[in-house]
């Protein structure tokens, strides 16, 4: 059974970098596609992107060049770096499995951290 | 993007009762890529309906999906405690990726 366990941490202040890592145990992180999703406080949920280990990103244009999301095959994890973050960035952060390329939905999930912006 | 709204916003409804809820997007969605999620309070969402009709490891046969184009149902029949919760549509046909705004289930 695949289980994402999502770290980092829960403060960030404004114009710094938000960064969350999800480790992967029951799979390796070199199979399957690795998204962020989030949930600002009462809003619906927005994909952020993912990742894929030796292919291409695809991000949210919403996030310009603000994200970078990668994995590391030395801890099976993958990671979610949001730079220049502002009050609106103030989220439940998800870390979520995809099977394939063509089977895109999420199957599995992290446990979320909520993450508040604030100085 | 593809913008997904959802109907109603809240179902309330009994145990044993029938609930239907409906999800609508504003380009048309292959059917392949229409995924259906139950979320409860402080939990992250977990995946019901994968491909419209495909119901996910684990999930009961009185919960199934249907629809096409731009139209699509969630139904559970003989709603049980664990069903009262907030339901969310979700669409992969197209980048970015988008869910809906979401239905809650009460009990009434």
């Known amino acids: 059974q695949v289980q994402l366990h999502q770290s980092g941490p829960g403060l960030v202040k404004p114009s710094e970098t938000l960064s969350l890592n999800c480790n992967v145990s029951g799979d390796s992180v070199r199979n399957y596609y690795w998204n962020w999703i989030r949930q600002p406080p009462g809003q619906r949920l927005e994909w952020i992107g993912y990742t894929v280990y030796g292919g291409s990103d695809n991000y949210n244009p919403s996030f310009k060049s603000r994200v970078s999301i990668s994995v590391d095959t030395s801890k099976n994890q993958f990671s979610l770096k949001l730079s220049s973050v502002t009050a609106a960035d103030t989220a439940v952060y998800y870390c979520?499995?995809?099977?394939?390329?063509?089977?895109?939905?999420?199957?599995?999930w992290g446990q979320g951290t909520l993450v508040t912006v604030s100085s | 993007d593809n913008v997904l709204t959802q109907s109603p916003g809240t179902l309330s409804l009994s145990l044993g009762e029938r609930a239907s809820l409906s999800c609508r997007a504003s380009?048309?969605?292959?059917?392949?890529?229409l995924a259906w999620y139950r979320q409860k309070p402080g939990q992250p969402p977990r995946l019901l309906i994968y491909g419209t009709s495909n119901r996910a490891t684990g999930v009961a046969d009185r919960i199934s999906g249907s629809g096409s184009g731009t139209e699509f149902t969630l139904t559970i029949n003989g709603l049980e405690p664990e069903d009262f919760a907030v339901y969310y549509c979700?669409?992969?046909?197209?980048?970015?990726?988008?869910f809906g705004q979401g239905t809650k289930v009460e009990m009434k």
């Open positions: 979520a499995r995809s099977p394939t390329v063509l089977l895109r939905h999420f199957d599995f």
């Open positions: 979700q669409q992969s046909k197209s980048s970015p990726y988008t």
């Open positions: 380009q048309s969605v292959s059917s392949s890529y």
